[in-house]
């Protein structure tokens, strides 16, 4: 007989600050995030590329509304459980914030570096290509952790930004991580059938990663087009995991009572 299914995935369209509140206490096991970086307000208008399209700090409107970690750290705290992670990309401008609100609630406050092997290239030599992107790490005492080799414990991992099949097109999303990277995070950081958090969803990569590894999602979004476009791209990889009727449609009031095998929202 196969094996029961215990995972479940909600989505939310809601400002995560006020859906953080419905969560209950000590229920989530890694929060693993992607809020906006507020760098939009540096934008100098469109660099040209040779060859490819121009690029444009500009990502969207999404971007300009000012993120203040100080406003997480209570309920990311007491949603956590006690062996939780948390995972929250970040950018030079605000990994400050970051640590100044985060890092005297947890035992650990670390960093761990995405480094893009195929970066944006730019056209005078005048400066470094983008081509790291830092996240913070924070744990307590007593966390999960499942590495198996020394070269897995790395705070350092390497692969390309999301392209072709990959990336999602209606709507693009100029921030969409990459598949490979959080699964990377998600398998060293939690277990099958652990639930994880997403609080700034964009169009669901951390989801479509939970899901492919077995674990349970619960995202929110505030933009309406990119929660439509994680529904889509759910459906999408529960159709490829050929997974679909082993779940079931889940109300959005019953998460706290939700049993096994439920899945919201879709
Ligand atoms: C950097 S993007 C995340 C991209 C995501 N990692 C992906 O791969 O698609 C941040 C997202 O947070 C959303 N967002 C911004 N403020 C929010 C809020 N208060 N509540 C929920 N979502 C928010 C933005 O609309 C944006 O899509």
Known sequence: MAAEKKH????????????????PDQSIDLILTDPPYNIAQY??????????????????????????????????????????NIF????????????????????????????????????????????????????????????????????????????GQERWKAPKHPAQKPLKLLRHLITIASNENDVILDPFMGVGSTGVAALQLQRSFIGCEIEPDFYVATQQRIHQALAQQDSQQAYQKMDQQQFSAAGPGTFSNL
Request: aromatic fraction near 16%; proline fraction near 6%; hydrophobic fraction near 35%.
């Open 43 to 84: 934008s100098t208008g469109n660099i040209p590329l040779p060859g490819r399209s121009a690029v444009n700090n500009d990502l969207g409107s999404w971007d300009l509304n000012d993120i203040n970690p100080q406003d997480f750290v209570a309920d990311f705290k007491r949603v956590l459980k006690p062996d939780g």
């Open 8 to 23: 479940f995935i909600r989505l939310i369209n809601d400002d995560c600050r006020t859906y953080l509140r419905q969560i």
């Open 88 to 163: 929250i990309f970040t950018s030079y401008n605000l990994l400050g914030k970051w640590h100044a609100a985060f890092d005297p609630e947890f035992d650990t406050f670390q960093y761990f570096i995405w480094h893009k092997t195929n970066p944006m290239p730019k056209i005078y030599k005048n400066g470094f290509l983008n081509s790291c992107e830092m996240i913070v790490c924070l744990w307590n005492k007593g966390h999960k952790w499942n590495f198996s080799t020394q070269r897995e414990m790395h705070n350092f991992f390497e692969c390309p930004i999301c392209m």
